[in-house]
């Protein structure tokens, strides 16, 4: 089965760190650009950042409000994305969905079910 | 960063009514222009890609149009499955920012 499947939220403190992964099976990850996307509860969809494949060296992007924060990754051989987030503040609470780029349009075709990452004292 | 508005914020219609979605960009997107549903508490699901490109396995009565600054969604005949909330995503260039959604509640 074609999926993309995330997992590593959790309730963490203000200041402190998580890893959320994204694993991927029923196609070929290793060509394909993984995006993150968040929403907070009741709120919309935020772009989070992406990251490329190895074909194009791997290249990272992050939306303003994680840029320097949030670190995203991949390892090909398990066919697994990651999001390292660091400093993380009361704000970043919301559930956090990993996403398919298609190559043309790059608009997002598959997604995940999303993981809740909540950071509260 | 490019600016995705859309409007209106919510709307409420009847099963059957014809209803219409508006997405502006801040500046020009060509047609990389993208529509998702999303329903509470699942996933955003991709609609129509490319501004007018239906996804496979998504109803006919969905169609997109629109290109440069200014897209339309639009939904011929409302059926049940289809009050949620709707999002356009322009991905021209990165951040691929989304608009703030519509929903789409039972009148």
């Known amino acids: 089965e074609v999926q993309l499947v995330e997992s590593g939220g959790d309730v963490v403190q203000p200041g402190g760190s998580l890893r959320l992964s994204c694993a991927a099976s029923g196609f070929t990850f290793s060509g394909s650009p993984i995006h993150w996307v968040r929403q907070a509860s009741g709120k919309g969809l935020e772009w989070v950042g992406r990251?490329?494949?190895?074909?194009?060296?791997?290249?990272?992007g992050y939306g303003a409000s994680v840029k320097g924060r949030f670190t995203i990754s991949r390892d090909d051989s398990k066919n697994t994305a990651y999001l390292q987030m660091n400093s993380l503040k009361t704000e970043d609470t919301a559930v956090y969905y990993c996403t398919r780029q298609t190559s043309s349009y790059w608009y997002f075709d598959l997604w995940g079910r999303g993981t809740l990452v909540t950071v509260s004292s | 960063d490019i600016q995705m508005t859309q409007s209106p914020s919510s709307l409420s219609a009847s099963v059957g009514d014809r209803v219409t979605i508006t997405c502006r960009a801040s500046q020009t997107i060509s047609s990389y222009l993208n529509w998702y549903q999303q329903k509470p508490g699942k996933a955003p699901k991709l609609l129509i890609y490319?501004?007018?490109s239906l996804q496979s396995g998504v109803p006919s009565r969905f169609r997109g149009s629109g290109s440069g600054t200014d897209f339309t969604l639009t939904i011929s005949s409302l059926q049940p499955e289809d009050f949620a909330t709707y999002y356009c995503?322009?991905?021209?260039?990165?951040?691929?920012?989304f608009g703030p959604g519509t929903k789409v509640d039972i009148k």
């Open positions: 490319a501004a007018s």
């Open positions: 990251i490329r494949s190895k074909d194009d060296s791997y290249a990272t």
């Open positions: 995503q322009q991905s021209y260039i990165t951040p691929f920012t």
